[in-house]
């Protein structure tokens, strides 16, 4: 199957996973390492391959050797780079993340698949001034899906372009597909409307968030847009008590990780 470019690539993985679940990492790696030299390869192995080396115990993190040259047999090498790039990029390893970039930046901001995982590669390890030039062409390429219309939005905020996100998330939300998928950018959105004094677009805004599995961060983000909506919504006279109510709520998420161990974003929200 490595060694027939047209079988389905699906096949290859349920292949692959099963033999790395059965025992057979060592047999696994020596299969896909020979498929690599054979000029019939298919391109998933390149992939495959980039992960045996990133997920084993014994990987140094350091920069994997061949990859580049790998890279000049087109597709194989290039699904080993995307590999990569998703891997570093959630282990938040910048070093690699930033070094990969230097070598394959070129053709990976040409490549409709490439730029997008560059993309939550910068996003995952925080380098958002980076992150919002490399998708600066953003209105060039096609209507953004929900991850990466996030990552723009994380990369304008992340540089302080606060005005310039507010817009984009205004626009992404006013089309007719902006359905739950979204959430993180309707988050935002009623923040930023109550930040203004706009109270009653920000509590319409928040009252269809549904903050289900969400990870810690955005439930704190979540807890700070709701205490200052129910402060601008609470009588001249209860005010205090609903800011006291509200900051409890939100020192209970800190409880778990301070706000001064917190992501940048976050901070500055907070």
């Not at 990859?67 to 995307?82: H, I, N, P, S, T």
């Not at 939005?153 to 507010?166: D, K, M, P």
Request: aromatic letters at 10%.
């Amino acid at each position: 199957v490595c060694a027939s470019p047209g079988e389905d690539e699906r096949l290859l993985e349920e292949m692959a996973d099963s033999l790395s679940n059965s025992g057979y990492k060592q047999e696994l790696t020596g299969v896909l390492r020979e498929a690599l030299a054979s000029p019939t390869v298919h391109p998933q192995v390149g992939a495959l391959w980039m992960r045996r080396i990133v997920n084993r115990r014994s990987w140094n993190r350091r920069y994997p050797e061949g990859m580049d040259e790998l890279c000049r047999r087109g597709e194989v090498g290039y699904r080993a780079v995307f590999e990569f790039l998703e891997v570093a990029g959630a282990k938040r390893k910048g070093r690699l993340v930033r070094r990969a970039l230097r070598r394959h930046g070129k053709w990976l901001h040409a490549h409709p698949i490439g730029w997008g995982l560059a993309a939550r590669a910068l996003m995952n390890i925080r380098s958002y001034r980076k992150l919002a030039r490399w998708m600066a062409d953003w209105q060039k390429r096609p209507e953004l899906e929900p991850s990466l219309a996030y990552c723009l939005a994380v990369a304008l905020r992340g540089s302080r372009r606060e005005h310039e996100a507010r817009e984009y998330i205004r626009s992404v939300l006013a089309k007719p597909n902006a359905d739950k998928s979204f959430s993180a950018l309707k988050l935002w959105h009623a923040m930023e409307e109550a930040l203004a004094g706009n109270t009653q677009t920000a509590a319409e805004a928040f009252q269809d968030l549904k903050p289900a599995d969400w990870e810690d961060d955005f439930l704190c983000r979540y807890y700070l847009a709701r205490g200052v909506i129910r402060v601008q919504e609470a009588p001249a006279g209860h005010r205090r008590e609903a800011f006291e109510a509200a900051c409890d709520r939100v020192e209970q998420r800190f409880r778990k990780l301070p706000v001064y161990r917190r992501e940048m974003l976050l901070r500055r929200e907070y």
